[in-house]
């Protein structure tokens, strides 16, 4: 019997990280027992008793058009780390691992260092992106070594240091009124709705799993089901 019944996806989070310590810190491995009990609280949620807290709701996309929208009231940087982030689909960890030396403007492209799945992935960029990372550059003379992101005062001067993925969520709400997962999400979103399959999404997106996207982060808008009401 669970003594405190937290919603699924807390459950989740909680015994991953579990699992991870026991693992990593304490080089224990799970026991088929271990696994079987896990399963069985898991289970737990699909009786009506628990149903409610199997309910997840993550970041909604937003409409894309509005979204480009806000990001061209900003300034110069602003618009352009919030336009690559978008465009990119990149996670904030991503994002902050950028340097001027990634980028090939001439090719619309930039390489990201993918810390999830420890690699780098090649990711492509609008020309209006394209325009705007060359701005920034310009605006703040960064070198190829700078970071793109990096930290800028009160005064408006920059350096070439890494922020925290706190400050840069906390940024990025500041700039848009909503968290950068919300760009991640608006831009599989948009691409979906566009047409693309699978596969392209998760080439831009950087998902190594293609059921990740389907069930995470593709869904069917409450605006498209209005249209059919």
């Known amino acids: ?5 937290y919603k699924l996806s807390t459950f989740n989070r909680r015994a991953a990280g579990v699992k991870y ?3 990593n810190q304490h080089n224990l491995v799970e026991t088929n027992e271990q696994v079987q009990r896990i399963a069985k609280l898991r289970s737990m949620y699909n009786n009506e008793e628990y149903l409610r807290k199997k309910n997840m709701v993550g970041k909604s996309a937003e409409d894309k058009d509005e979204v480009m929208n806000l990001i061209n009231k900003l300034d110069t ?20 691992l950028l340097k001027i030396s990634d980028f090939d403007l001439d090719n619309k492209s930039v390489t990201v260092m993918m810390k999830k799945q420890k690699e780098m992935k090649i990711k492509r ?39 925290s993925d ?7 709400h500041k700039w848009l009124g909503f968290a ?20 392209t999404i998760a080439k ?26």
């Open 77 to 96: 940087r602003a618009k352009a780390i919030s336009i690559v982030n978008l465009i990119t689909a990149n996670r904030p960890s991503e994002m902050l």
């Open 166 to 172: 706190s400050a840069y969520r906390k940024t990025i």
């Open 125 to 163: 960029l609008t020309l209006e992106a394209v325009h705007l990372v060359k701005a920034s550059i310009r605006e703040y003379d960064l070198k190829e070594n700078d970071l793109f992101v990096g930290k800028v005062d009160k005064w408006d001067n920059y350096s070439s240091v890494a922020i």
């Open 204 to 229: 831009q997106s950087g998902h190594k799993s293609l059921e990740t996207i389907t069930k995470h982060y593709l869904e069917v808008n409450d605006t498209t089901v209005d249209k059919y009401l």
């Open 1 to 5: 019997m669970l003594t405190k019944v």
């Open 180 to 199: 950068p997962y919300t760009l991640r999400k608006t831009q599989i979103t948009a691409m979906h709705e566009a047409g693309a399959d699978i596969a």
């Open 21 to 23: 310590c026991l693992i």
